[in-house]
């Protein structure tokens, strides 16, 4: 028994996540009470699967901006005092840290464009929107970390260990000065983006690649004062300019390590990384679990942006249902896709079409699960 099948290719329902609630827009099709009545969604509310304790939408950008702000300030006043304070002690470690800020105020002005340029809305142009700039900008972050902060510090180590440094007490105490009151602010700014993490689901606020890039820089920082004032002190106790050389070396390779998790992150996300298995998991289950579906041919998912997603299904419809009804079905189930996962904003159905013998032996058409 053959059977009519349709496209259904518009999400005529998503989820408007951009701080106004959970408002539901409406396609070309009105809603009717037939359609609300069939819905199988996990709520109403939209906020099925989503911490109630995080934050999202405007709200976190706005707190994301603050803690990006912070620690841009705080970069910049350190870079300069490091670089003064480098010079008068002719310190590599010292000017290896200065490097390292210099590279982290730059990646704070990347990523304040990202969190402005990836909230702009959807185009003719861009009809998925503009989601995925927050990962471009994070990638060039990677990068600047790499190549102003990473190979900057090997060269500073390769330098001292070539050349040797001389430094006298007053250049000493000047670099020791400027470390710890470095390690005072960088440690500030990394406790800031820690309570917003944590204001945000812990590691569910780590899903802001811009949040998470300053938390990586800001625990890097850290960790390389912590290596530069201990290199300048054992090179003050030993005479050995190689304790300094080596902290410059270590705080070097750390900045390489973090560049390279965080353009691999910024990689796979600007290529199309798919949601993660326990939520793509959950869309399977809901769509098998539809009594109008025989089949899930193929199930596709796509991050689209911080808070966007883009899902593809391929499906088999059970036999005997005319081209209204599979209007009607499609939007019902995509309406239970939005609810159950709101960061779905793009929802795609394609209907197969199978041949009729194997349409006979479908389980819906055995009588094996139950029909529409």
């Known amino acids: 028994m ?15 996540r951009r701080g106004r609630g959970s408002t539901t827009e409406h396609g070309t099709r009105p809603e009717t009470a037939h359609d ?15 911490d109630p304790g995080a934050d999202d939408g405007p709200s976190a950008d706005s707190k994301t901006r603050v803690t990006v702000l912070v620690a841009l300030m705080a970069n910049l006043i350190i870079a300069v005092a490091k670089a003064v304070g480098g010079i008068i002690a002719h310190s590599p470690a010292l000017l290896s840290e200065a490097a390292h800020s210099v590279a982290d105020s730059f990646n704070e002005i990347f990523l304040l464009a990202a969190l402005r340029r990836s909230r702009r809305p959807a185009d003719r142009k861009h009809p998925f929107g503009y989601g995925k700039e927050r ?18 510090s090997v060269f500073q180590g390769v330098e001292a260990l070539r050349n040797g440094a001389h430094e006298d007490f007053l250049g000493y105490t000047v670099g020791l000065i400027v470390l710890a009151v470095s390690l005072v ?13 944590r204001k945000q ?7 802001d690649p811009a949040l998470r890039t300053v938390v990586a820089e800001d625990g890097t920082a850290v960790l390389g004062v912590t290596l530069a004032m201990i290199g300048m002190a054992l090179h003050w106790i030993t005479g050995q300019v190689v304790w300094e050389a080596s902290a410059s070396l270590a705080i070097g390779a750390l900045l390489v390590y973090v560049a390279y998790r965080l353009g691999c992150d910024a990689r796979d996300q600007l290529i199309g990384e798919a949601a993660d298995p326990e939520l793509s998991g959950r869309i399977g289950s809901l769509l098998r679990a539809q009594p109008e579906i025989d089949s899930v041919e193929a ?12 899902v593809a299904a391929r499906i088999d419809l059970a036999p005997g249902l005319d081209s209204e009804r599979v209007e009607e079905v499609a939007m019902r189930i995509k309406r239970s896709i939005a609810r159950t996962v709101p960061d779905a904003d793009q929802i795609f159905l394609d209907v ?15 009588g094996e699960r139950g029909g529409a």
């Not at 990962?135 to 900057?152: D, E, N, T």
């Not at 602010?185 to 993490?197: D, I, M, T, Y």
């Not at 689901?201 to 899903?207: A, D, E, K, T």
């Not at 199930?299 to 997603?309: A, I, R, V, Y």
């Open 36 to 50: 609300t009545g069939h819905d199988t969604g996990p709520g109403t509310d939209g906020s099925a699967g989503r």
């Open 2 to 16: 053959e059977h009519e099948k349709a496209q259904a290719t518009d999400h005529t329902d998503r989820t408007d």
């Open 185 to 197: 602010a960088e440690g500030v700014s990394l406790l800031r983006a820690l309570h917003q993490v």
């Open 201 to 207: 689901g812990g590691s569910s606020g780590l899903r």
């Open 299 to 310: 199930l596709f998912t796509m991050k689209m942006g911080l808070d966007s997603m883009l």
């Open 352 to 366: 197969t079409d199978r041949p009729a013998e194997e349409a006979r032996e479908s389980p819906a058409a055995t």
């Open 135 to 152: 990962f471009f900008w994070s990638l060039l972050a990677a990068v600047g970390i790499f190549v102003m902060g990473g190979c900057f």
